[in-house]
């Protein structure tokens, strides 16, 4: 009996066990799959690296995983879990339910906790803030005491594989533009916006770049080195755009953000960070939540500006509780008040990772900006995202790692196969759909002859050259211009293009005065030695050139020509010029660390124009007159601009300042005896850039520069006449209450600071902050002098060089420096409309000097953000 009761009872648990491990495997065998987008619920973008898991599900690949750049996310499990949970730091978690279909797609909204804490920010400003005995003051301070030791530049040796995307588009489109009749051709091109607050709303994605790279750091000597590894764009036609241009533009709107840094700069303004040293004097912050559903726990610790307006941020920090004090997350964005030009939205997104030894190092970084000219109106929306991977620290790798330029191309451009597959297989975050047909579809659209029209109709009106096959004619702003000696005069030119050889290109112009009746002529010829533009980066070439042609003595202008028509009218006296014949031969070659070398052989003839004199009077008070006035130079000079960036358009290069100085050398000899040259001289000059960035206080432009000509018995066209404007611009580089010829030396160092507060001060104005006008300052300073054997004046060698100028009354108009420097200060008002500046330039000394005016207004058109 008792065998049998043992048989029973064990035939009764194994059926019992059989049955359990059937219905336990049946259930497992009957997954479900739920695919879906994370979003935030007001803005309807996307959130990347959220957390979605199976709730009550024990964690593993199928039940856990994390929403990619664009918010997707992909679960497998069992069909007896009904429920899934999606956090992410600085929104509630979000439950939502799932159905036992085998397939199945969910959109989780999830709302932002700051919408609780503008509440507790109302609430508290019925206590005034205060940062004494505040623990979130205390708390902010424990983070920056601690900055050094939790940011990656901290670490002796580190490297890590890094991945960036950027990617812009029109945004924004209402349906009725999108079906406009001029887009007919081209609605492939639009997608529906899923992130606009109304419906009918569509974007234009128009570029795309990725690009993969190996990052070394090492702290002593300070280095950080980039091996590109990889790098695709969207590229637009080189004959109209400057694709490099454009990158490095893009870079500097979207520049990495690190929260570690004190200022952070972005849309070419510099912002404080919530844990800058100086943080707690410009921020409040609140502690809002403490997170115990993770390890280290964390403290929310919400911060906004103290004043709206101020190049601040607004948003949360998530800081561990483990006594390192580390930022583990970042949530920022911007006030609606703040003082920053054309943008409609700026969300940041930093998420931090821990690695073996407990410290947390930078994860992901998204920057998204939204500009537009009004608040509805249609806009461009970018994005940048930054995936950091493989991180290893303490690594000490042979100094040649580290030696060299800080930007290394390590693959083969040509390539392009390979570059495709190195994305294809590489790439940590997987693209989108409409971000894999940026690539396509910019091909295909250049292909539309519609669009290649319009391209050219754009690159007439922002570049002044109309393309006329193989040729560009232009520019056109100075098609028509006037002056007093030439009086209404006609010019048309134009320069040849890759188009017609990659090797040699040349440029002409013609241009004919009605008051003058002569003809005015240019033309050169440049050989390519590195087989490419001739006007894009790293120039290396030469050139033979012949000019006739109208100048202003002195007249120096940067990114504009002088015969520019806005620059023909013009205050005062200005009728001094000379006719100029010159035959050129010019060497230069950039290298890819921005140093520039150049070299020149020019031959010269000058014969006076208008009211301009060539005149000597000897001993016995005897004028002689001169009609013509030969030099022969040879010069080299030199230009070195570590980390330069600018866009290169079709004439000038538009540079896009940092903080890193640019110096110049430039050196000339006058050759007496050598094809007609009458005068021997050696004239020297020395120049240094530098923008110095004051955080919440702006920033300053300061050029110095230093001339030395040695030689004797030299005409003054021969010396420093200092650049002066008589025109209603403001002038950044030129005198602008300085006359025409009104200075010249033979030696001399030169001072201009322009400084722009970024509206510090008008900020803290109750109603006058609302026009978010900006302060601009500047003082502009020049002192040197003649000596005595090329001074006028001099009574033993004045009657071997040309007279000072008079004007038509005989008042002496030129003037070499007394006991004093010129100096001239203004003070203005930036950022009117968004893009007009004004000053009133005040002239210090010199007021005695015939027709010097003692101030003046100015105006100058600035775009800037």
Excluded: C
């Amino acid at each position: 009996m008792r065998a049998k009761i043992d048989a029973t009872t064990f035939i009764t648990k194994l059926f019992f066990s059989i049955t359990l491990v059937l219905t336990v495997s049946m259930a497992f065998a009957q997954n479900k799959t739920v695919t879906g987008t994370v979003k935030d619920a007001k803005t309807k973008n996307p959130i990347p690296y959220a957390t979605v898991a199976v709730v009550g599900a024990p964690a593993s690949a199928g039940t856990m995983t994390s929403t990619n750049a664009n918010g997707e996310f992909k679960l497998v499990f069992p069909t007896s879990y009904v429920k899934i949970r999606a956090s992410y730091i600085g929104y509630d978690s979000k439950d939502a339910f799932v159905t036992n279909d085998a397939t199945q797609t969910k959109e989780i909204l999830m709302d932002q906790q700051d919408n609780m804490l503008e509440e507790v920010v109302v609430k508290a400003t019925k206590k005034k803030y205060s940062n004494k005995d505040n623990p979130a003051v205390a708390l902010i301070r424990k983070v920056i005491e601690n900055k050094e030791k939790n940011r990656l530049s901290g670490q002796q040796y580190a490297e890590f594989d890094q991945y960036e995307k950027m990617s812009l588009g029109l945004s924004n489109l209402s349906e009725k533009f999108v079906n406009k009749k001029i887009f007919k051709n081209y609605q492939f091109l639009f997608e529906t916006d899923d992130s606009a607050k109304t419906a009918n709303k569509y974007v234009l994605p128009a570029f795309i770049e990725e690009k993969m790279s190996k990052v070394y750091y090492r702290k002593d000597p300070s280095k950080t080195k980039q091996y590109i590894l990889g790098d695709q764009r969207a590229q637009f036609d080189p004959r109209f755009i400057d694709n490099d241009g454009l990158t490095a533009y893009f870079n500097k709107l979207y520049e990495q953000v690190d929260i570690y840094d004190n200022n952070i700069s972005l849309v070419t303004n510099q912002f404080l960070s919530p844990i800058a040293n100086s943080a707690p004097t410009f921020y409040k912050f609140f502690i809002t939540d403490t997170i115990k559903t993770v390890q280290p726990w964390l403290v929310e610790l919400s911060f906004f500006p103290r004043n709206k307006a101020d190049m601040l941020f607004k948003g949360q920090l998530y800081v561990t509780l483990d006594g390192n004090y580390a930022v583990q997350g970042a949530n920022m964005t911007v006030a609606d008040d703040i003082n920053l030009n054309f943008v409609r939205d700026l969300q940041i997104q930093l998420k931090f990772e821990k690695d073996s030894k407990s410290r947390f190092y930078l994860k992901t970084s998204t920057l998204g900006i939204d500009f537009s000219l009004t608040e509805k109106g249609m806009g461009i929306r970018g994005s940048r995202t930054v995936d950091y991977n493989n991180y290893k620290v303490g690594i000490q790798r042979p100094d040649s790692t580290y030696d060299g330029p800080s930007t290394v191309i390590a693959y083969n451009v040509e390539n392009k196969k390979a570059i495709k597959t190195l994305f294809e297989t590489q790439r940590p975050l997987v693209l989108a759909q409409n971000e894999l047909n940026i690539y396509h579809n910019i091909d295909t659209l250049q292909k539309i002859p519609s669009f290649r029209s319009f391209m050219d109709i754009a690159a007439l009106l922002l570049s002044g050259y109309k393309q006329a096959g193989p040729v560009e004619i232009g520019p056109v702003n100075t098609f028509y211009s006037f002056n007093p000696v030439e009086g209404f005069r006609l010019r048309v030119g134009g320069r040849t293009t890759e188009a017609l050889s990659k090797r040699f290109y040349a440029e002409s112009y013609a241009a004919y005065g009605f008051k003058d009746q002569k003809w005015k002529y240019f033309f050169s010829g440049t050989y390519a030695f590195n087989n490419k533009s001739v006007y894009s980066f790293p120039m290396h070439y030469i050139r033979a050139s012949y000019k006739k042609d109208t100048k202003i003595p002195g007249q120096k202008l940067e990114f504009i020509q002088e015969d520019n028509f806005l620059l023909s009218f013009k205050r005062g006296d200005n009728d001094r010029y000379i006719y100029e014949t010159n035959y050129g031969l010019e060497y230069k070659k950039e290298f890819l660390n921005h140093l520039a070398i150049g070299a020149a052989f020019n031959i010269n003839r000058q014969t006076p124009a208008g009211s301009l004199t060539y005149q000597m009077v000897d001993a016995n008070n005897e004028s002689r007159l001169f009609n013509e006035l030969n030099s022969t130079e040879v010069s080299v000079n030199f230009r070195y601009a570590p980390h330069e960036e600018f866009y290169q358009g079709k004439i000038y290069r538009t540079p896009i300042f940092n903080q890193y100085p640019i110096f110049t050398f430039n050196y000339t000899a006058g050759i007496k005896g050598l094809a007609k040259g009458e005068y021997n001289y050696h004239n020297f000059n020395v120049g240094a850039f530098k923008r110095f960035y004051f955080s919440q206080f702006g920033f300053a432009d300061v050029t110095a520069e230093g001339n030395y000509i040695a030689g004797k018995e030299i005409p003054f066209p021969f010396l420093t006449i200092h650049r002066a404007n008589q025109t209603y611009a403001y002038q950044l580089n030129s005198y602008n209450l300085m006359n025409f010829l009104e200075f010249v030396s033979d030696h001399n160092a030169s001072l201009n600071v322009q400084y722009y507060m970024n509206g510090f001060l008008l900020n803290k104005i109750p109603l006058i902050k609302k026009l978010k006008l900006r302060e601009v300052f500047s003082f502009k300073g020049v002192y040197g002098g003649l000596r005595k054997e090329n001074n006028p004046d001099d009574p033993n060698y004045g009657s071997k060089v040309f007279t000072w100028q008079h004007n038509a009354e005989g008042v002496q108009s030129s003037y070499t420096f007394g006991s004093e420097p010129y100096m001239e200060a203004s003070i203005g008002l930036s950022n009117i409309f968004k893009i007009l500046r004004v000053d009133y330039v005040k002239r210090l000394n010199y007021l005695d000097h015939v027709d010097a005016p003692a101030w003046g207004i100015r105006a100058r058109v600035r775009f800037d953000f």
